[in-house]
């Protein structure tokens, strides 16, 4: 059929055929050759053994027991010229079931369609990128969290398949040198921030270099109604075995003459990977601004927030061990991670475990054992959670 119309395209009017036919010829090229596509389906089924304290009398904040979900997550990016597009809506689809004692079961079914990332970038220059859309904007080595990061410092490594929420930005992006990289950020809304977090609008300029055996960045940053505040973080590669970490930021109460330290957070830490493969990693978490001794209750209370996705730990100090494997007999990845709380003694011990079966289907597991006493960070919510899920990517 192509080839008819082509004939009579020339019979018509060579002049024309011979110069448009090629143009449309080489967008279609450069649409397909610049376009990928990711799709992923996440089916997992969540119990949660859950207490009552004083945070969370008769589970009065509703934490559901158990929980069927299935996401459906594609993932679209087009590179055009000056141009790329990257578009990733979501439909997630969850059935739960809320005990309170004394209470029936309340059994929720849920269903929600939306955009959790998606952006427009645009190159003017080989060395200069602009962009604005819906993006999860993280950064750093650590792994605990990420305490210079002034707009989440949640990473969500406690339980990697489950997405962080896109939050939005317009960015700058220039790079100055192969070792330094300047950008400008403006957080200009919420995005997809659950409400029950507190958030605040920011602004920061992020220095990047990079070298041979050691990388730094420096952060600084500005959120609506608080002081400007200052991060970083930095790494060295001791050896091919050993690298150590830190990272941390320190700012300064609105309206305050002179330096008045406030939230003053710092990570220090070291990987250790051994000759057989699995890597050993050490944290120390210290947040000035903590709350040591009070009930975890009284904590939340005086932040003014249940979530602080920019300070997602209340107490003061933490220490984390967490050993990683992969490619177990080819087939299996293996985190387990022990947060210890310093103050309350109470700790979190997480594993996350993910058995492929062929190049497209994972099957995973994450136990999770929480302890403490009732007035404690980790021993106040759950006793125990168990994440069972597959994951089919194409």
């Not at 119309?5 to 610049?34: H, K, M, N, R």
């Not at 087939?331 to 700790?347: E, G």
């Amino acid at each position: 059929m192509r080839k008819r119309l082509s004939l009579c395209v020339v019979g018509l009017g060579l002049s024309w055929s011979a110069y448009a036919a090629p143009e449309s010829s080489t967008l279609a090229q450069e649409i397909s050759d610049g376009f990928y596509s990711r799709i992923n389906g996440l089916a997992y089924g969540l119990y949660q053994d859950t207490l009552s304290s004083p945070l969370n009398p008769n589970n009065s904040l509703g934490i559901a027991s158990n929980q069927a979900a299935f996401q459906f997550r594609p993932d679209f990016n087009l590179k055009l010229r000056a141009f790329e597009f990257d578009l990733r809506p979501r439909f997630y689809w969850t059935r739960s079931r809320i005990d309170s004692p004394g209470m029936p079961p309340d059994r929720k079914i849920e269903h929600k369609v939306f955009l959790n990332e998606g952006s427009i970038r645009f190159r003017p220059h080989d060395r200069l990128t602009l962009s604005y859309g819906r993006e999860n904007l993280q950064w750093g080595p650590s792994s605990l969290v990420s305490p210079s990061n002034p707009f989440n410092a949640n990473n969500g490594k406690n339980n990697p398949n489950l997405e962080q929420p896109g939050l939005d930005y317009a960015r700058a992006v220039y790079v100055a040198s192969s070792a330094v990289t300047v950008s400008l950020i403006d957080n200009t809304g919420r995005g997809r921030l659950d409400p029950l977090n507190r958030y605040r609008k920011a602004r920061a300029v992020k220095l990047d270099f990079t070298g041979d055996t050691t990388y730094f960045s420096l952060i600084g940053s500005k959120a609506t109604g608080e002081g400007s505040r200052i991060g970083g973080f930095a790494g060295w590669n001791v050896s091919d075995a050993l690298l150590l970490h830190a990272e941390g930021s320190v700012g300064r109460k609105s309206g305050s003459p002179g330096v008045a330290p406030r939230n003053r957070q710092l990570l220090t830490g070291a990987s250790y990977t051994l000759e057989s493969g699995p890597t050993l990693t050490a944290e120390y978490f210290f947040n000035k601004d903590g709350c040591p001794d009070a009930p975890i209750q009284t904590c939340l209370q005086r932040r003014g927030a249940l979530l602080d996705p920019v300070l997602p730990l209340a107490r003061r100090r933490y220490a984390m061990l967490q050993f990683l494997d992969t490619k177990i007999a080819g087939k299996l990845n293996l985190t387990a991670r022990y947060i210890r709380n310093l103050d309350d003694v109470s700790s979190h011990f997480i594993v996350n475990a993910e058995y492929e079966l062929g190049d497209h289907l994972q099957l995973l597991i994450v136990p999770a054992h929480y302890r403490g006493t009732a007035n404690s960070e980790f021993g106040s919510l759950l006793h125990r959670s168990v994440f069972v899920g597959a994951s089919y990517t194409y």
